[in-house]
């Protein structure tokens, strides 16, 4: 078919939102090759702009959609012989040769059944848009054949046969397009050109590009003008990325479109988690609906699938070799991510000079980075270094605050889980953040013996290392920074949390830098690198979303360790987002994970009537180990003093007090004089004010009950001044680095050199004060802060410890003698165990989670106790309904050893030297001890298998099915799939009917609203980590259509 | 200058911080109370030491003048339900004891206990291991489990360095020559603390004074350190000495008075007397024919009287005198509990103490009054008695007393009544963390 003359009718169809119409018409007026018939479709009632002089229109009334327009023309002209479609949209403006040139291609390329132009930017036609596209072996991937915006340099002009090209500006014959049946609507108008284009191909045409041939195309559907979007191209990307994976099913083989769908929803998970690293939250929802979107179009793909089969007379291996393998595709990626790389380079390329110097500070900024390490480290092990061997040695570390921390991976996790605090008789947890925070310690190698002993062993270390990092977005000097992290990590308090066993404090402690760092850089409130005569690189800060997420997790991380903070935090956070500017979005952000995280604490407080005591007392709750602390007055906690610190070795009160408080002495002098040069004001008043804050948290702390006795051994305590005072170090120590930044530069002459002369003494005594803290910290002769010491890991009995690691879950009744009786505790695990977490109760007992409860404690025990101290009988009952299997004296404990050896109805089962073991038996009954079992209703025992939360059995029969725990709203059980109703127990135990005859009964704790908030801080927290890695933040390339 | 500002403010809110800081009244932390309890052990059988043994052991040296041990040797043991344990006997019943007559050798005299059920922490006034002095202790364990007894002595210089553990099997008895602890002590007081159900303790008090027997006889378990206290039944004869013997755990200050059958007896220089800690003193009673030591102290004493009656020698230098010696334990007034005893042969008299006035009366197990004897306020009365061996005697509530025994040719000994509750301890239950051995 070579016919002389070839009829082109133009086709405009447009959607009436489009302001480039008059442009379009204009265009077309000026093409040195007019059209032969322009008709121009306008939705009903659509504004119609003023056609150019001497073009004829012809105007139609269509539809909206671009197909609809197309097909309303068609149905209007019959078909002439040779004609040609030219299908243009309302912001597709062609140079002024291109009609030419697409018909002269199509008079050359005779079996051409699509002739495409070269697309080119809008506003630059020496920038490509589009120049053909083509697609993976699968379908799913659309890969352009040019990267956008690449400049035109001709270098593309040999390209012909391409697989598939934009239909916008392209001719199309007009037989194949009603051959084919014109565009295929289940792609929504993304992505039809490429399988217009592919039918073609497999129906015996070619598609052909020309790409001296260019239209002008802005790309108004894609960028969301025309939806009014402002979130220019992300608005379209769903779609975009639905065409896609409709195109893959539409041909891919049959046998492969369920594998496929799989695909897509395995495809969309992993671009979202990518989206949260890349802090592109909105375009997580994109991604995750794009499977749902294709399933919406799944119908549709029978029929596309069933035209594809009829339309083809080439086979698929026809069009095989323009299709790409993943070879490719990843070298697509890879140069777009290489291009952006370069274009950021390009962007913000430094000077050779500025290169040196650079290279300079950071050989210097790494050098004192490793020596403040070592110095650290050494301090740690001057401190503490007996822990070190004793942790290799495979002891752990235990305290009367501590507990023992041999904890195992299965015990943290279903406290955290569960949202059922075991301790004790067991009590409804407000939350379980603490043992969340130390999971992973627990799942790491070593266990969370190894892992909380080198958070405490290296607690010093630990936190100077974070504080050098933060202090670097304050200061650039190595000094200033190198002196501010060894305060931070040697102050006072935070060695007396270390020495007192407080992980949450101590965690805090470590992670407040972190905080204080990712909101800083958040913000783009740090500093740049010092270079020249005191200008900073990069000279501008951009704001990272990166750092708001990393600011976001670790204040997670610190509310949950010490939730005492999360008030000043959240204000810290609240203030600085109110001056951060365009990035106060991104900096408030940073306080959503920890109130999520804070939630139940939050919701009781305010229960508790929000601005009372009670509330603070809520609010300052301790989560791990706590300890009654002897209050001291504010000035002491600005020192970071606590009243341990009122005498050094040898020395009375005042200059005792002077010697341990020489660090925060120097850091309040070097914040009094960051006060008087005037220097980084805002930098100083917000440390000021943090500092405040601190001192503030600390004192109403202290001055708070937080810990009430819960009735399973642990004494009440006031709170902890540590977290406050940390605010107190970070905000003084903050503001005297921010004030000394680039100070060595500061004055002229001679006054210059006095104030080199004043820092390099002023560092010189810091230094000294350092060092001399740590030998009065590390002297033989001085009295342990704390009571932390190593110890083995045996605290019970091996025959004690494993009948709690059965599934009878038997707890264990530990008996030790005093001078006037003998002190008891109930233990689920090996020791008394702190570390999970406190499940929190108030003042009068009742768990917080459940206010105005009164459940059973241990502490109900205490007449059953004093009955085996006189060895009297009649124990074995209550010990028995408690679910208690084990009794064990602990070593040295004689009286009562003696006394149980006299019971006829305690059973002897080993003596060792970690004490001595009996046998509970449960009365009037063979069955052994256990957490829960049915009592059937003529005495008949059958036992359950349980955990701390939970547990079942087959054959249970009817009766009574007792959990030998404190009663709550939380337990529920079923028989045989129904559920059971609970019966009132005279012990205050959980405890449920069950019908005659049932087989299958289970019982767990089920507490929604702990459920609720877990899910909620967990998906918040992983959202925080995986948003917090430095990946840069680069626009999804566009697919265009 | 706004600069400028900011950060003078930020250092006035940090330092008014820093003060309103202090303002903030601190709540005070509150311990958990703990449980102070009552514990009502298993009633335990009485136990009694068994017959005396010869410290020197029984040598025979074909002059029955010069030998240890003794022909005439007749010993009685009284009681419901006994079974031997060791080399002497449990009891089921409210009271049991023993008594033996030896008529000559070294042990001459009349040697009563009486059974008591096992404590854990007991107090025996009395011994000695001085030269010619033999202190055995003999500890039973009548209970089903082993325990294990921790011996303490106090002598003239307080509690003593020397201690003695010994552990008594089930159902056992155990000796323990106090001389082989430590020597050289004339006055001895010792403490018993057992473990699990406690112990019964005796010591057998023998003493030589050169070839002439000094007495022997059993001592008892007296009252628990308490601050007021009775010696009944010092009356003796002329000749004979008594002497009181006092300790004072954590020291004290006591006064003692003597009550005889007519109101209180004048005692000159004893009001006020001293008592070191842990230092046992000795005070010479002034010889009366009936009557009781009335001990009351500011701080909880232990104390015991030893009577001790000289008899002519029948066959030896002239000048030499033989003795016997009874051991009379302290007993407390306060608790207001009926006590009983078992009547034994050679039983003479009750000796009684009235702190108030009114009638004591004497009953046995089936009520009836064995014998009865109206008294007045802070007196004394000897009553003479004449019961049947086994009968069980149970006295009237607030009066102290004991039974006399007496026999030719001058034997004396002495059976303490016991209470015969079971009498509960108090515990204290405290709720406290475990973090392991050593912890």
């Not at chain 1, 053909?132 to 593309?156: P, S």
């Not at chain 1, 140069?335 to 500025?354: F, G, H, I, K």
């Not at chain 2, 033989?322 to 302290?330: F, G, K, V």
């Amino acid at each position: 078919m070579s016919p002389a003359r070839l009829l082109v009718r133009a086709i405009v169809v447009s959607d009436g939102r489009s302001a480039r119409l008059r442009d379009v018409l204009d265009a077309i007026a000026e093409q040195t090759l007019r059209p032969d018939i322009l008709h121009v479709a306008l939705p009903e009632g659509a504004e119609r702009p003023e056609a150019p002089d001497g073009l004829a229109v012809d105007w139609r009334d269509g539809s909206r959609t671009y197909s609809e327009g197309i097909d309303a023309v068609l149905a209007a002209h019959p078909a002439h012989p040779a004609e040609l479609l030219w299908l243009l949209h309302d912001d597709t403006a062609p140079l002024p040769s291109a009609l030419a040139q697409l018909v002269a291609t199509a008079k050359k390329r005779t079996a051409a059944a699509v002739v495409a132009p070269a697309h080119v930017r809008w506003d630059d036609v020496s920038r490509l848009v589009s120049l053909g596209v083509t697609t993976t072996r699968v379908g799913a991937r659309r890969i352009d054949l040019v990267d956008e915006d690449d400049i035109n340099q001709g270098q593309y002009d040999e390209r012909e046969d391409v697989l598939a090209a934009s239909l916008a500006g392209a001719l199309v014959r007009r037989d194949v397009w009603e051959e084919l049946g014109g565009l295929e609507p289940a792609y929504r108008g993304y992505g039809d050109s490429l399988h217009f284009c592919r039918r073609a191909w497999r129906a015996g045409h070619d598609v052909v590009i020309v790409p001296v041939a260019k239209v002008r195309h802005a790309q108004d559907g894609l960028t969301g003008v025309r939806s009014g979007s402002s979130r220019g191209r992300n608005s379209s990307y769903g779609l975009r990325r639905t065409g896609e994976w409709v195109h893959a099913l539409a041909w891919a083989p049959a046998l492969a479109v369920p594998f496929l769908i799989v695909w897509s929803f395995l495809s969309a998970a992993t671009r979202a988690v990518l989206r949260i690293a890349q802090n592109e939250s909105r375009m997580v929802g994109a991604d995750l609906g794009v499977p749902w979107r294709l399933l919406a179009r799944l119908p549709r793909v029978p029929g596309m699938r069933g035209r594809i089969r009829r339309g083809s007379t080439r086979p698929a291996s026809a069009v095989a070799p323009f299709l790409v393998g993943t070879r490719a595709v990843l070298s697509t990626v890879r140069s777009r991510e290489l291009r952006a790389y370069d274009r950021w380079r390009a962007q913000s390329a430094p000077s050779d000079v500025v290169r040196g110097e650079l290279a300079d500070a950071a050989l210097r900024r790494r050098g004192a980075a490793a020596l403040v390490a070592v110095l650290a480290v050494a301090a740690s092990i001057a401190l503490h270094g007996t822990w070190f061997t004793a942790l290799v040695s495979g002891r752990m570390l235990t305290g009367s605050a501590l507990g023992v921390t041999d904890v195992p991976l299965d015990e943290m996790w279903e406290r955290t889980w569960s949202g059922w605090s075991a301790t004790g008789f067991g009590l409804p947890a407000l939350d379980g953040a603490f043992s969340a925070l130390l999971l992973p310690a627990a799942a790491a190698p070593g266990g969370l013996r190894v892992w909380v002993g080198l958070l405490l062993a290296l607690g010093v270390a630990l936190a100077a290392v974070s504080a050098w990092f933060a202090l670097g977005a304050a200061t650039r000097s190595v000094w200033a920074r190198g002196l501010g992290a060894l305060a931070y990590g040697l102050w006072p308090l935070h060695l007396q949390a270390i020495s007192d066993g407080r992980v949450g404090p101590v965690i805090a402690h470590v992670m407040l830098p972190w905080f204080a760092m990712g909101l800083v850089r958040a913000a783009g409130w740090h500093r740049g690198e010092a270079v020249g005569g005191g200008e900073e690189f990069p000279a501008r800060r951009l704001p990272s979303p990166s750092a708001a997420m990393g600011a976001a997790f670790s204040l997670a991380v610190i509310v949950a360790a010490a939730p005492v903070l999360l008030p000043p935090l959240v204000a810290v956070v609240l203030v600085a987002g109110a001056f951060a500017g365009r990035a106060r979005w991104r900096v408030w952000t940073a306080a959503i994970p920890a109130l999520v995280v804070s939630g139940p604490g939050l919701v009781a407080a305010w229960a508790a009537g929000p601005l009372t005591r009670d509330a603070w007392a809520i609010l300052a709750r301790e989560n791990g180990p706590a300890l009654a602390s002897g209050v001291v007055e504010p000035w002491r906690l600005v020192l970071g003093l606590t009243d341990h610190s009122r005498g050094a070795p040898g020395l009375p009160e005042l200059p005792g007090t002077l010697v341990v408080g020489a660090i925060g002495l120097g850091v309040v002098a070097a914040v009094i004089l960051a006060v008087a040069s005037g220097r980084a004001p805002w930098a100083v008043a917000a440390g000021l004010l943090v500092a405040a804050l601190g001192v503030g948290t600390a004192a109403a702390a202290q001055a708070t009950v937080v810990v009430h006795a819960d009735g399973a051994g642990e004494a009440a305590a006031n709170g902890f001044a540590g977290p406050g005072s940390t605010l107190v170090a970070a905000g003084l120590i903050g503001a005297a680095a921010a004030a000394s930044s680039r100070l060595w530069l500061a004055g002229e002459g001679r006054r210059r050199s006095a104030i080199r002369l004043a820092a390099s003494v002023a560092v010189t005594l810091m230094a000294g004060v350092l060092v001399a803290s740590v030998v009065v910290e590390a002297w033989p002769g001085r009295a342990e802060r704390g009571d932390v010491h190593p110890a083995s890991t045996e605290a019970l009995p091996l025959v004690a410890t494993l009948e709690q690691r059965l599934a009878t879950h038997q707890r264990v009744l530990v008996l030790t003698d005093t001078d006037k009786g003998v002190d008891f505790t109930v233990l689920d695990g090996d020791g008394t165990t702190v570390v999970t977490g406190r499940a929190q109760t108030a003042a009068d007992g009742a768990p917080l989670a459940r206010p105005g409860s009164t459940p059973a404690t241990p502490a109900s025990l205490a007449p059953t106790v004093a009955t085996l101290a006189g060895a009297a009988s009649g124990a074995d009952e209550q010990l028995a309904a408690w679910g208690i299997g084990v009794i064990v004296a602990t070593p040295g404990s004689d009286m009562i050893a003696s006394s149980l050896s006299q019971l006829p109805e305690l059973r002897l089962i080993g003596a060792s030297d970690v004490g001595t073991s009996y046998r509970v038996a449960r009365p009037g009954s063979d069955a052994i001890v256990s957490r829960a079992w049915v009592e059937g209703d003529a005495g008949e025992v059958t036992v359950l298998d349980s955990d701390s939360w939970s547990g079942s059995v087959d054959g249970a029969g009817g009766g009574t099915l007792v959990i030998a725990a404190a009663a709550d709203e939380g337990w529920t059980a079923s028989a045989d799939g129904v559920a059971l109703s609970p019966v009132d127990d005279a012990l205050g135990r959980a405890a449920f009917g069950v019908p005659a005859g049932a087989d299958e009964v289970g019982y767990r704790y089920e507490d929604e609203a702990y459920r609720w908030w877990w899910w909620g801080a967990v998906v918040l927290v992983a959202w925080a980590m995986i948003g917090m890695v430095p990946l840069h933040d680069r626009r999804y390339r566009a697919v265009r259509s | 200058m706004i600069r400028r500002l900011v950060v003078l403010g930020a250092a006035t809110v940090a330092v008014l911080a820093v003060v309103a800081a202090g303002r903030i009244a601190p709540q005070e932390p509150v311990a958990a109370a703990p449980y102070d309890g009552e514990v009502t052990p298993a009633a335990q059988p009485v136990a009694c030491p068994g017959p005396v043994e010869i410290p020197v052991g029984d040598i025979d040296s074909g002059d029955p003048d010069l030998g240890s041990g003794s022909d005439e040797r007749t010993y009685q043991e009284l009681g419901d339900g006994t079974e031997p344990v060791g080399a002497g006997f449990l009891a089921a019943g409210d009271a049991a004891a023993s008594v033996e007559r030896i008529g000559s050798g070294d042990v001459a005299g009349l040697s009563a206990a009486t059974c008591v059920a096992p404590v854990r922490d007991q107090w025996l006034v009395g011994g000695s291991t001085a030269l010619g002095s033999s202190a055995r202790l003999v500890l039973t364990n009548p209970s089903d489990a082993s325990t294990e007894a921790t011996v303490t002595l106090y002598g003239g210089l307080g509690e003593l360095e020397e201690r003695a553990v010994v552990s008594i099997a089930p159902g056992g008895q155990q000796d323990l020559l106090l001389e082989s602890v430590v020597a050289e002590v004339p006055a001895l007081a010792v403490r018993v603390v057992a473990t699990g159900a406690g112990v019964v303790a005796h010591l057998q008090d023998s003493r030589l004074d050169g070839f002439q027997p000094a007495g022997t006889d059993w001592v008892g378990r007296g009252a628990a350190p308490a601050a007021r206290l009775v010696v009944p039944g010092v009356g003796a004869p002329e000749d004979s000495t008594t002497t009181l013997r006092l300790m004072a755990p954590d020291g004290a200050t006591v006064n003692l008075t003597l009550a005889g059958d007519d109101g209180l007896v004048e005692w000159g220089g004893v009001s006020g007397l001293v008592l070191e800690p842990g230092v046992v003193t000795e005070v010479e009673v002034p010889t009366i024919a009936s009557g009781a030591v009335e001990i009351r102290a500011d701080a909880p004493v232990v104390a015991a009287a030893m009577r001790s009656v000289p008899r002519p020698v029948v066959d030896g230098p002239a000048d030499a005198v033989e003795r016997d010696l009874t051991w009379l334990p302290a007993q407390d007034v306060s608790d207001r509990t009926a006590r009983s005893a078992m009547v034994t042969d050679h039983v003479v008299a009750v000796t009684v103490h009235a702190t108030v006035a009114g009638e004591f009366t004497l009953t046995d197990a089936s009520g009836a009054v064995v014998a009865s004897q109206q008294m007045a306020a802070r007196s004394t009365a000897t009553i003479p008695l004449d019961a049947a061996a086994g009968t069980l005697l149970t006295g009237t509530a607030r009066f102290t007393w004991s039974l006399a025994l007496e026999d030719e040719p001058g034997f004396v000994s002495t059976l303490v009544p016991r209470r015969t509750d079971v009498e509960s301890t108090p515990v204290t239950v405290g709720l406290r963390p475990y973090l392991g051995p050593g912890s």
